[in-house]
């Protein structure tokens, strides 16, 4: 909540941040519910990060559109996600994404989890960026000389205190996670305040402030509630809607690109999260009536999202952690709503969550998506190279939209490319464009028609 907030007052205004954190928190709430409902998947439903950041550095920011003409373009684009789901395209565009690719969407998702968790941008601080290498550990790691060092060890000591509360099967052991850690930051900051404390955000910008004594006048803070209740009003942003310009080019591109970006963020979400739930059937399909309700939630939300104020709403990809503590069913988006709903009225307490308690919660779930990939057949590389590229490209590009891309494209391309060999070798040159959209298809029967197996079966034959 305090995220998006943050994100999306950049460019609709400060004086608009609590109306957007009420709206975070009410979208999330309605649309984790209806999922829950419709769907029975284990999916909570929020503002995507990379679509709020698209909307506020691109379209407002980048390109000068008022944040009014904005939200209207997410309106349409969720007019369209439901048009598009109620007539089904958007579950049989599922279909394109082999499965190999899949696998390797898991394990990139996680990988791109854990990058946010452990960097220095809203994460634990041990990854900063770097001018020739692009990503450099932020050294030194010792407390007298790096003010930030303090921070990072107990995220460390969060982050270890959660695994060992897996490893003895505690149940609830990531959010008892974030209690620990956030019970020692509140503690902190209370005792020593912010002229003192030793846990000051942001990173890389209170060592010399809080030397100093003066960290308040160097903007920089701790983290520890002032308020535990507010009043859930909007009073700016709902129902802002701006239709002067919708005889523009830039508009009608703005609503395709938020259109599209979702789809795909959506289906790789849907992907990752069952695969990891374990909710598919044995031949690995995910339950066609269950995954178009899911679509119908996230395309709904996006609507009622606009209306309130806020971006895209979409699959959230961290629902992976109500998975990991045994989650399965609605019921877990129902419970994740339903505590929306309240942190709606307790938004000053939960927005003081400092990152050194949360962060630690997020590489925990990367590492546990990276299963995705324990039974993968890396062997075969008509399969494993596009996995490959999917698994790499998502946290290199910070955008899962672009792993798939990546993934898919490189798949078509080598099965294309393979064509003429399988038509001289006199094998269906178009196998695998076939099994793909099959009720039978999965990894291993698209490895078994790769064409390393049967140049093995006809050297064996010759032998």
């Known amino acids: 909540m305090p995220v998006n907030a943050f994100l999306m007052s950049a460019a609709m205004g400060e004086e608009n941040r609590k109306d957007l954190v009420i709206a975070t928190g009410a979208v999330s709430c309605i649309a984790s519910v209806m999922g829950g409902l419709l769907s029975n998947f284990p999916f909570g439903l929020a503002p995507g990060m990379g679509l709020n950041a698209y909307f506020a550095f691109n379209l407002v920011l980048g390109e000068g559109m008022p944040w009014q003409e904005a939200l209207t373009a997410v309106f349409f684009s969720g007019i369209f996600f439901v048009v598009l789901t109620l007539v089904g395209l958007r579950t049989f565009m599922l279909r394109f994404v082999p499965p ?25 601080g041990f990854i900063k960026g770097d001018p020739v290498t692009l990503v450099a550990l932020n050294t030194p790691l010792s407390v007298s000389g790096n003010y930030d060092a303090s921070k990072m060890w107990i995220s460390v000591l969060v982050l270890t205190v959660t695994v060992l509360l897996m490893a003895m099967n505690v149940r609830g052991a990531p959010l008892l996670g974030i209690v620990f850690g956030t019970l020692i ?14 846990f000051l955000y942001p990173f890389g910008a209170c060592s010399g402030a809080a030397s100093s004594g ?62 990891k739930a374990k909710i598919r059937d044995k031949k690995g399909n995910m339950p066609k009536g269950n995954t178009n309700m899911a679509f119908l939630a996230d ?122 060999f399988r038509f001289f070798k006199k094998v269906d040159p178009f196998i695998k464009f076939k099994l793909l959209f099959s009720d039978e298809v999965s990894h291993d029967v698209m490895c078994s028609a790769s064409c390393a197996n049967f140049i093995s079966a006809t050297l064996a034959v010759k032998e």
């Open 100 to 124: 190999g690719v899949q696998h390797g969407l898991g394990a990139g998702i996680g990988l791109f989890l854990a990058f946010i968790g452990v960097q220095i941008d809203q994460g634990m």
């Open 185 to 198: 930051g509140w503690s902190e900051c209370w005792a020593r305040g912010n002229e003192e404390s030793i």
């Open 214 to 275: 003066n960290a308040t006048n160097a903007d920089c803070y701790c983290y520890a509630p002032r308020a535990v209740v507010q009043g859930p009003v909007i009073e700016a942003t709902a129902g802002a809607f701006s239709f002067i310009n919708l005889n523009t080019q830039q508009f009608w591109i703005a609503v395709l690109t938020l259109f599209y970006n979702d789809v795909i963020s959506c289906a790789g979400t849907i992907i990752a999260v069952t695969e």
């Open 299 to 420: 395309a709904l939300g996006t609507v009622v999202g606009s209306c309130l104020g806020t971006s895209t709403v979409t699959s959230y990809v961290e629902s992976a952690a109500g998975v990991v503590d045994g989650g399965r069913t609605g019921l877990t988006a129902i419970v994740v709503g339903v505590w929306f709903a309240i942190s709606i009225f307790f938004a000053p307490l939960f927005s003081e969550i400092p990152y050194m308690a949360s962060s630690p919660i997020i590489a925990v779930v990367g590492a546990m998506m990276c299963t995705s990939i324990q039974n993968f057949n890396w062997g075969d590389v008509e399969e494993s190279i596009p996995a490959f590229a999917t698994l790499v490209m998502i946290p290199l590009t910070y955008n899962i939209a672009y792993g798939i891309i990546a993934g898919v494209c490189l798949w078509l391309f080598i099965q294309v490319g393979l064509v003429p």
